[in-house]
């Protein structure tokens, strides 16, 4: 399985940018796998940003009411659309996705597929 992360790139504080990820067909039941967005700053250790698993998902408070997590499973492509960006969402941010779990899970190490990262930079 193959995650492609893209969308980054450099907005303003107070603007927007929505990220996505698509996978590859084999592998994921795109349709009912846990799905997650991470992010890591320069310095910092990766941190999980929301995450989704059917019709759940789940926001980390730094992120909740400015982003979505979204899923489209007949493109197998997941989306992050992040609204009033702030500099300290400045960071690279990382798609991952888990084959073995049926509910949220919050840590680095629950997902076994990864994107490539790409950044986001948040000017203020």
């Known amino acids: 399985v193959q995650l492609q992360a893209s969308g980054g790139g450099l907005v303003q504080a107070g603007g927007f940018l929505r990220l996505s990820c698509a996978a590859s067909a084999s592998g994921l039941i795109f349709g009912s796998d846990l799905l997650a967005w991470f992010r890591q700053a320069p310095g910092g250790e990766r941190e999980i940003v929301a995450a989704?698993?059917?019709?759940?998902?789940y926001y980390a408070d730094s992120t909740k009411g400015r982003f979505t997590i979204s899923r489209d499973n007949t493109k197998n492509t997941m989306y992050l659309r992040m609204d009033s960006l702030k500099p300290e969402d400045t960071a690279v941010y990382y798609c991952a996705a888990s084959a073995g779990f049926g509910s949220i899970r919050l840590a680095v190490y629950d997902y076994d597929y990864w994107g490539q990262g790409t950044l986001v930079t948040v000017s203020s």
């Open positions: 989704t698993i059917r019709s759940t998902a």
